[in-house]
């Protein structure tokens, strides 16, 4: 390895670096913004409180109510229709928390409350350069912007609280080039599955990815969060794309990004960012973006995924056949043309205004099949609030959807949006883990375009078929 | 935390590979803001059946698996989220060391902050203990090694702090405060930026 030529992750490594690691000991690693929920904070801020230890730096903190929030409207007199007693309790301990510990909350009232991988960056919070963290494993998505972004445990929320530091051993690299153009009809979230069926959920323990190539400098932003939100499902500690102009034209004027002079300072640091011509990696691996087909899962990991159309794989053990059974899915036929119950679009995953644009594209002037109801669940207050500017919520309530509050809502469904027993969702979030859209939920991972499709067909079913009625009645 | 030096237990085993956080503890249990009493909710939606009743198909509810504070799970354990109630609620049904050939690198790092031993083992050693369910081990962290009830010794490594940790219950928060006044330096130096 050339010493002096580093790649992105060094150099995001190097520049939070309090203490190196030794053989013995990991080394400190400094923490600029640190994002915080309802879920995974409380036992943390009562660790500090039986210390006596206050919030080194409430200013790099940001809190967020989403995971356990409901998604319907307030009722008559203006009360949450919480889930449970108990998920109210958790969020009403997130607002003492914030206010005893003096850190800064978008709550009910804010106009920035949404999806907390949503939030910091449409707030500007997330910018290029920066170390963040979060009590979730889906921190991932931040590392569109070139920051190096991981999900932590409750205990180390703790820790950062207390000294805005963390101990950590630096991750290997894994270099993921991906050029050429993807097809049209896919997405970011087609190229994730794609990718991750390809290296596996568990190809990325221990590395941090970085996304390199044509394929990905063409990517917007919100696709290129797309890309990073799912890396984790391979397993990867965080995901890494090299911020360019498209970064920078996304954060100009942002509420929390720099202004004026400062801009023009971070600017420069942020061109300096991304890794050095000749830097090498631990790994390296090549794709064709032209391979991409739309693309869905079929098992109960991420790593099971087929193209709509190819014959679902044969099993190839013992797992793979319970996965199959518990899906109710049939090797040697294709996952296209299989009944769907419900539609998820949301998540932050794909909960982001161009995800609702192309999901509403197609639901334009049509009514979704009478087996299937869907939810569309906004990722933020803004995002919400810039699709009904644009008539979005109104889209997708003539199709007979439900336009919700935003929040994580049947991504984890924790909130009481959950699926029965049995029922297939094709849903734009992440994980279709057994009883993850609730108990016996069957998941079929999708991107928008497909989740929107399959809506308006009652199966799974290809947005290319609806796409090309369209070309055809405008001609 | 209390020092952990040895254990000495029967193994539970969960062969299935890729066993997320959602089936060591689904979604729906973390509503709450306390970190005890879990333990019941561990592998929920595996361990019972729909009536409330202990599915009997599920290992570990099998007599002999009863008691056994060693599981020995398939590769990949623990991937997902990053909730630490998974290691809560493993520690609180009585699990105290967790044996695979792969475990997801955040569930590792919270098992072992939280005194929940996470032992990655060599393909060899791992395949033996799937296919020999309901043994007596004898780990040993100082000297890393795990006894077999032969006498046979299989060799582990874990990562030089999280044994240092686990052997005289550090405190890890207390050993970043430590380095207050290097973190102190470090937002100097960075001025304006820090
Ligand atoms: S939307 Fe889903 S994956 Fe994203 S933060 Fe919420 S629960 Fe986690």
Redesign the interface.
């Known amino acids: 390895m050339s010493a002096n030529k580093r790649t992105l992750l060094d150099k995001l490594w190097d520049s939070h670096q309090?203490?190196a690691e030794t053989?013995?000991?990991?080394g400190?690693l400094?923490i600029d913004l640190h994002l915080i929920h309802e879920?995974?904070s409380?036992?943390a801020f009562?660790?500090l409180r039986m210390?006596g230890l206050p919030v080194r730096r409430p200013d790099r903190v940001l809190a967020t109510l989403d995971?356990?929030t409901p998604t319907t409207p307030t009722d008559d007199l203006g009360q949450h229709l919480y889930?449970?007693a108990?998920?109210a309790?958790?969020v009403q301990?997130l607002e003492i928390n914030c206010m005893q510990f003096g850190v800064k909350l978008h709550g009910w009232s804010s106009e920035h409350r949404g999806i907390v991988h949503v939030i910091g960056p449409e707030l500007g919070a997330t910018q290029p350069g920066m170390t963040i963290v979060c009590?979730?494993?889906h921190?991932t998505t931040h590392g569109a912007f070139g920051a190096l972004a991981f999900?932590?445990?409750?205990?180390?929320v703790?820790?950062v609280l207390?000294?805005?530091?963390l101990?950590q051993?630096k991750p290997k690299n894994f270099a993921i080039h991906v050029e050429g153009k993807l097809p049209a009809e896919t997405s970011a979230k087609d190229l994730a599955l794609h990718l991750i069926g390809k290296i596996g959920?568990?190809g990325g323990?221990?590395y941090v990815l970085e996304f390199r190539g044509s394929a990905i400098r063409a990517l917007d932003m919100e696709q290129r969060m797309t890309l990073c939100n799912m890396s984790i499902e391979a397993?990867a500690?965080a995901a890494l794309i090299a911020p360019d102009e498209t970064t920078f034209a996304y954060l100009k004027g942002r509420p929390m990004a720099p202004q004026g002079e400062a801009w023009d300072r971070a600017l420069a640091h942020w061109r300096a960012l991304p890794s050095d011509e000749g830097a090498s990696y631990d790994r390296e691996q090549r794709f064709d973006a032209a391979d991409v087909r739309p693309t869905i899962s079929y098992g109960t990991?991420p790593g099971m995924v087929t193209t709509l159309h190819a014959p679902v794989p044969a099993p190839r053990?013992l797992?793979e056949r319970r996965a199959l059974e518990y899906m109710h899915v049939e090797s040697g036929k294709p996952m296209a043309g299989m009944p769907v119950d419900l539609v998820f679009l949301g998540s932050c995953t794909n909960s982001r205004l161009g995800d609702l644009r192309a999901a509403a594209e197609l639901l334009r002037g049509r009514r979704i099949a009478s087996r299937v109801r869907m939810l569309v669940v906004p990722g933020s207050v803004a995002v919400q609030r810039e699709a009904e500017a644009e008539g979005l919520d109104q889209v997708f309530r003539a199709a007979g959807a439900e336009w919700r509050e935003p929040g994580c809502s049947m991504c984890?469904?924790?909130n009481g949006d959950l699926a029965k027993p049995g029922q297939l969702v094709v849903s734009t979030s992440n994980?279709n883990?057994?009883?993850?859209q609730g108990?016996?939920a069957r998941t079929v991972l999708a991107s928008p375009r497909i989740a929107a499709a399959s809506a308006l067909a009652g199966c799974i079913a290809d947005p290319l078929q609806f796409a090309r009625a369209q070309t055809e009645q405008a001609a | 935390m209390k020092p952990f030096t040895r254990l000495h237990s029967c193994t539970a085993v969960l062969a299935?590979?890729?066993i997320?956080t959602?089936?060591i503890i689904?979604?729906?249990f973390?509503?709450?803001?306390?970190?005890e009493g879990l333990g019941r909710h561990a592998f929920h939606?595996w361990r019972y059946q729909a009536d409330g009743s202990p599915d009997p198909d599920f290992p570990l509810n099998h007599p002999a698996a009863q008691g056994c504070e060693i599981l020995v799970a398939?590769?990949?354990f623990g991937?997902?989220?990053?909730?630490?109630h998974a290691?809560w609620a493993l520690l609180d049904y009585g699990i105290r060391a967790v044996l695979s050939s792969?475990i997801?690198?955040?569930f590792r790092?919270?098992a072992l902050?939280?005194g929940l031993l996470a032992v990655v083992l060599g393909e060899a050693e791992h395949r033996y203990l799937l296919k020999h369910p309901h043994i007596e081990l004898a780990i040993d962290i100082a000297a890393g090694t795990i006894e077999l009830p032969d006498g046979g010794r299989f060799r582990f490594e874990i990562?030089?702090?999280a044994r240092?940790c686990l052997l005289q219950g550090v405190d890890?928060?207390g050993?970043?405060?430590q380095?207050?006044p290097?973190?102190a330096a470090?937002?100097n130096q960075r001025g304006a930026h820090a």
């Open positions: 309090v203490l053989k013995s000991t990991p400190i400094y879920v995974t409380p036992q009562d660790e210390r995971h356990s889930a449970n108990e998920a309790a958790q301990q009590g979730d494993s921190t999900g932590i445990g409750t205990t180390e703790g820790h207390a000294t805005q530091c101990l051993r959920v568990n323990t221990g397993g500690r990991h053990d797992q984890i469904a924790m994980r883990f057994e009883g993850r108990p016996g | 299935h590979e890729n997320d959602d089936r689904p979604a729906r973390l509503t709450t803001t306390g970190r939606d398939g590769r990949n991937c997902g989220s990053s909730r630490e290691p792969e997801a690198d955040i790092s919270n902050r939280n990562d030089a702090f240092h890890q928060l050993f970043l405060q380095h207050a290097q973190i470090f937002e």
